[in-house]
């Protein structure tokens, strides 16, 4: 086992964010010709109005339903790509093969307007959800969640596979059936494994549903691009756009807590590496202690 | 360690009795991985409370005929009876067919079995390990699989260690929890699989005596293990396999010390 030399990735993670801050005001100081309109910029952070409101709201609550769902496909997509039944197998590798084989932008429009269009299902609303439940809103949730699940098809799989096979057949031996052992016994020793890389997927999904611009749903980019295009913040594309930076930030830096407040709750009564800090998480880059050894868990 | 003044068993509720008086009979098993052909039509009966120690030079079978007695592996032909029912088949014009999931569990439920490497579940405490199964599978209720699930754990000594999870306990302490935990079931045969191969040197003492105990209390056990000690106190009989068929067998003082077998004296002389 080789020791590794502590790095200081984290410090230069901050200098290179405040270096991009300052160039950011320094190039606002500049004479140029552009009115710059901070108070734009500053009323869309601490004063929003009711769209930009909408904006996040949507942007979340379709985050979540469709990582929601997307785990449960994950979960069904994994399970269904280890059955021995042939056809089950089979329709669970299409499944997979086809949305991660296809750009996310054409699955929307696909199920958007393609459905509708042709007649097949024509997204109408749901009444008492109101923004919610408009048609453009519910295929956007289901377009990001069988994509999703795709992606999850894998990891929960491979969360599965890193599970002893002891586990299965000491739960087998003492007479659980192969659903009570996935279950009782192997998801949740799995869930441990696939926590992480889910946590990286919600990080994603929370950017991506951006895309869904696609089909003119309202949330936080849509929001913001709207009122560069009209009304009295019309054409002031840099103050608008980093606002929505920020308001995009402000989402995955919460959930980047969250995360790590349940990787810590996961990690009770087991050994193993700690879980990296928020500092790590947010810039991406690990530092590790010279006497922290990386270890191998579990058996003895 | 082992609390001495009641039996193991007692916290089960006694000696289960199974309905036969011969509790595991093998008829001519053949079992192929691909294309090597690993059991060679072993045959074997164990009568109930019977103690039946099998040995054997690696790779003669002996972990793959444990694991086909509750069908953990498939057997290509041949017949296992545990209590007068067939193991893991139907049978239908004298076709084996593998029998429904639903009842295969079932059947394992009467058939405890010990491994190697414990896998007891680690995401569990001890006792919660023990109360898995009694409470999921058998849908016996909390209060009673606890109760049961303390009593096993102090008939094997590990009473203190209920709250502890695997990675914090010793290999003697894990195996003695898989122990506990198998006896949960109440079943009418216990499979032990090199249940000690895998301990350090001063933990197995602890192992093997759960094991005496359960034994003497007439507990119906077929072991793979090559501890000599415990086999010639507690076994009823020896089996020796070899190259996927019985070759020997017969009780430990015959089998030990006039081996009529070329390979049997061969194989003890290397082991002692």
Redesign the interface.
């Known amino acids: 086992m080789k020791q590794l030399r502590p790095r200081s990735g984290g410090r230069t993670g901050l200098v290179l964010t405040a270096a991009v801050l300052v160039a950011l005001l320094a190039a606002g100081c500049q004479p140029s010709t552009y009115q710059y309109r901070w108070d734009f910029f500053f009323d869309s952070i601490f004063r929003p109005d009711g769209l930009i409101i909408r904006g996040v709201s949507l942007t979340l609550y379709i985050a979540v339903v469709s990582q929601v769902i997307g785990v449960l496909l994950g979960v069904l997509g994994a399970l269904g790509k280890m059955t021995k039944a042939p056809y089950l197998r089979g329709l669970a590798e299409f499944y997979i093969w086809f949305f991660r084989g296809t750009p996310l932008l054409v699955q929307i429009s696909l199920i958007y307007f393609g459905l509708g269009v042709t007649g097949l299902y024509g997204w109408p609303d749901i009444g008492p959800l109101g923004e919610f439940g408009k048609g453009n809103v519910q295929a956007g949730i289901f377009a990001l969640a069988v994509n999703e699940g795709a992606y999850m098809s894998e990891i929960v799989r491979a969360g599965i596979l890193s599970i002893?096979p002891?586990?299965m057949?000491?739960?087998?031996?003492?007479?659980?059936?192969?659903g009570?052992a996935m279950r009782?016994?192997v998801l949740?020793?799995a869930a441990?494994v696939i926590v992480p890389p889910l946590g990286n997927e919600f990080n994603n999904m929370l950017k991506t549903t951006s895309l869904l611009v696609a089909i003119s749903v309202p949330e936080l980019y849509v929001t913001f691009s709207r009122k560069n295009a009209s009304g009295s913040t019309v054409f002031h594309p840099f103050e608008l756009f980093l606002a929505a930076a920020v308001w995009y930030l402000l989402l995955t830096t919460v959930w980047a807590l969250v995360q790590a407040r349940i990787e810590a709750r996961l990690g009770r009564?087991?050994?193993g590496e700690a879980p990296p800090s928020l500092r790590e998480r947010l810039f991406g880059l690990r530092t590790r202690r010279p006497e922290e050894v990386p270890t191998i868990?579990?058996?003895? | 360690m082992l609390a001495p003044d009641r039996p193991i068993l007692d916290a089960i509720g006694g000696v289960p009795r199974p309905a036969t008086d011969v509790v595991v009979e093998a008829v001519d098993v053949h079992k192929w991985f691909g294309r090597l052909h690993v059991l060679k039509g072993t045959s074997l009966a164990v009568r109930r409370q019977e103690v039946v120690v099998m040995i054997g030079p690696s790779g003669s079978g002996k972990t793959t005929f444990l694991r086909s007695v509750n069908h953990l592996e498939r057997i290509q032909s041949g017949r296992i009876f545990v209590n007068g029912h067939l193991i893991g088949y139907r049978e239908e014009n004298g076709r084996l067919v593998e029998d429904r999931e639903r009842n295969i569990a079932r059947q394992r439920q009467e058939i405890g079995m010990v491994f190697q490497r414990f896998n007891l579940f680690p995401h569990m405490t001890a006792l919660e390990n023990v109360i898995e199964a009694p409470m999921h599978v058998r849908k016996v209720d909390a209060a009673e699989a606890r109760e049961v699930g303390l009593a096993l754990l102090t008939r094997v000594g590990l009473a203190h260690k209920a709250g502890s999870y695997p990675a914090q306990l010793s290999g003697g302490q894990q195996q003695r929890v898989a122990i506990a935990r198998a006896l949960a079931m109440k079943p009418a045969l216990m499979l032990f699989d090199e249940p000690t191969s895998a301990l350090d040197p001063e933990m197995i003492g602890e192992v093997l005596d759960v094991m005496k105990e359960l034994a003497r209390e007439g507990m119906t056990m077929i072991v793979v293990s090559h501890e000599m000690g415990f086999a010639r106190e507690a076994a009823d009989r020896m089996v020796m396999l070899d190259d996927g068929v019985v070759i020997e067998e017969g009780v430990p003082a015959s089998f030990f010390d006039h081996p009529t077998n070329e390979r049997t004296r061969a194989f003890l002389s290397k082991l002692l």
């Open positions: 002893d002891g586990q057949e000491a739960a087998k031996s003492l007479g659980m059936t192969y009570q009782r016994i949740p020793q441990r009564g087991v050994g868990s579990g058996g003895r």
